[in-house]
């Protein structure tokens, strides 16, 4: 199993950063963190200082994912296979590092758009996360944050940016025609024991926001349904109700954030293995829910 990495972080430009504020704290039940010193809104699900930072500016989109090396050893490792792989790792300057609070920083740009950070040394609080929300609190320890889907119709070049370069492996994929002559493929990749940390759909055309959304999961059954009657008696657009995968097995719903992108709320994910051997093919997103819900 590959333990190089975990998501660290991931950053949004938006054109209002205060909006997300009601939604990340009292829908997600995410803990505000200090703002950066460029003026960046900052969220956390355990002890990291920031795991969401959301910066103002036109992109309406995810402006880079921060991925934690393991140490400086994985740091070179994943650098010199992101060279080998023709995607050159650029250091970054000491404003960035100190604005992700970081100990060391390299950037490259990914085939789908979205600026990569590769660090070490994520700030930490030592201080165990009280989310009132979050009664049981995220599974984050060694695994991230959470994961990351993103469509693109750079699919086959970003399959191999994930894999030949950041050292990704697959986990399975789900392909199947959503409509007449439409086909959906999804495939899902791990680098440590959490089933996906980025998910890539291959998609027909250029998209206006390539971040489909983003999933952070809770250790306790309950609060995904605490979140979702959160979610609906805020209004919110519920995209997906409560479901359950078919591949990774997550109990989750989704809901659309103010800027329009979703966030996934989800328990009881599979855990990748040494011994992973399910690498396969699915014909379905869910077994059963996840229907779009609609409001009387």
Not at 38 to 59: K, M, S, Y
């Amino acid at each position: 199993m590959i333990n190089e990495l975990e998501i660290g972080y991931i950053g949004i430009e938006v054109a209002d950063p205060a909006a997300s504020t009601d939604f990340f704290g009292q829908v997600i039940g995410l803990v505000a963190g200090q703002p950066t010193d460029r003026g960046a809104l900052t969220w956390t699900n355990d002890d990291a200082v920031h795991r969401v930072l959301i910066e103002q500016g036109p992109a309406n989109d995810a402006a880079y994912v921060g991925f934690v090396a393991a140490g400086d050893d994985a740091f070179a490792s994943i650098g010199a296979r992101l060279a080998d792989a023709g995607f050159e790792l650029t250091p970054g300057t000491d404003e960035e590092t100190a604005t992700r609070r970081v100990d060391r920083l390299g950037h490259v740009g990914s085939p789908w758009g979205t600026r990569i950070e590769v660090v070490t040394g994520l700030e930490r609080t030592g201080t165990e996360l009280k989310a009132p929300l979050v009664q049981g609190g995220f599974l984050t320890d060694g695994v991230g944050f959470g994961h990351v889907v993103f469509g693109t119709t750079a699919f086959d070049e970003a399959d191999r940016f994930l894999t030949d370069g950041l050292g990704l492996a697959q986990s399975d994929w789900i392909e199947f025609e959503i409509a007449e002559g439409i086909e959906l493929e999804v495939r899902f990749y791990h680098c440590n024991p959490r089933h996906h940390t980025v998910a890539l759909a291959r998609t027909p055309f250029e998209l206006p926001q390539l971040l489909h959304h983003i999933m952070f999961e809770t250790n306790d059954r309950d609060d995904v349904g605490r979140a979702f009657d959160r979610a609906w008696n805020a209004g919110l657009p519920i995209a997906n109700g409560l479901g359950r995968h078919d591949n990774d097995g997550m109990f989750s719903f989704y809901v659309e954030s103010p800027d329009g992108y979703q966030v996934e709320v989800g328990y009881g994910a599979r855990t990748i293995t040494d011994d992973w051997s399910e690498n396969r093919r699915y014909s379905r997103i869910s077994s059963w829910g996840h229907q779009p819900v609609s409001r009387p």
